[in-house]
């Protein structure tokens, strides 16, 4: 079983719409979670990081946390053709490292 | 502030060529620094990191090897690249607590042929 799941997508969402976007991790250990973004050809840049249980918000994302599920997910309100890109849910697992998934790349259509 | 530097960005070797990466870091002491590779269309896999100097950690067995001569220098080498060594190679830094994670360089793209 892989540390991280996540669909690679292609996730088609229209513009103004909310994108969810689902990562589950199999290290119970792991406390704390990051969401990068990566665009194509570019190094990931993060833009969320959450560590208690429930949701965090910041501006149009938002990010929701189940430890119990193992469950973690982000939410963009409002999306925007600038959104478009592959979003990485990456544990920071009990060994002081950051496990990142595959990715699902999204696309926002105008 | 902080910055992170990673050269080439870009790369195309022979097969059985050697190879180095260099990193730097700038603004910073004592950051754990980290290798990736992200092969084409997949996700970054953790090649190597270090917390200090000559303390490199290796999570993948492969011709690959990392050495961190200077604080903050992190350096990916080779004696002889095979074409499975072809990706996208990110240079990352922590340092700034958990909530901070990494920040990744602007990586090299190698292509070996």
């Known amino acids: 079983q892989k540390e991280v799941e996540q669909n690679s997508g292609p996730l088609s969402v229209p513009e103004g719409a909310i994108a969810s976007l689902n990562c589950t991790y199999s290290?119970?250990?792991?406390?704390?979670f990051f969401w990068y973004r990566q665009y194509s050809g570019k190094s990931p840049e993060l833009i969320m990081f959450i560590y208690s249980n429930g949701d965090k918000e910041d501006g149009r994302f938002t990010a929701q946390l189940n430890k119990a599920s193992q469950y973690v997910s982000l939410l963009i309100r409002d999306s925007q053709p600038s959104d478009s890109a592959t979003y990485l849910c990456?544990?920071?697992?009990?060994?002081?490292?950051?496990?990142f998934g595959s990715g699902t790349r999204l696309s926002i259509r105008p | 502030s902080q910055t992170i530097h990673q050269w080439p960005a870009t790369l195309v070797q022979p097969v059985g060529s050697p190879l180095s990466l260099e990193c730097t870091v700038e603004g910073t002491s004592n950051p754990n620094l980290y290798w990736y590779r992200q092969a084409a269309g997949r996700g970054l896999q953790l090649l190597f990191y270090s917390v200090g100097i000559g303390q490199i950690s290796s999570e993948v067995p492969q011709n690959l090897s990392a050495s961190r001569p200077q604080d903050r220098q992190f350096i990916l080498s080779s004696k002889k690249l095979l074409l499975s060594d072809s990706g996208f190679y990110l240079c990352a830094w922590s340092g700034g607590g958990v909530i901070n994670g990494y920040t990744f360089g602007s990586g090299t793209r190698l292509t070996v042929v």
């Open positions: 290290d119970r250990g792991s406390q704390s």
């Open positions: 990456a544990p920071f697992s009990s060994a002081s490292k950051i496990i």
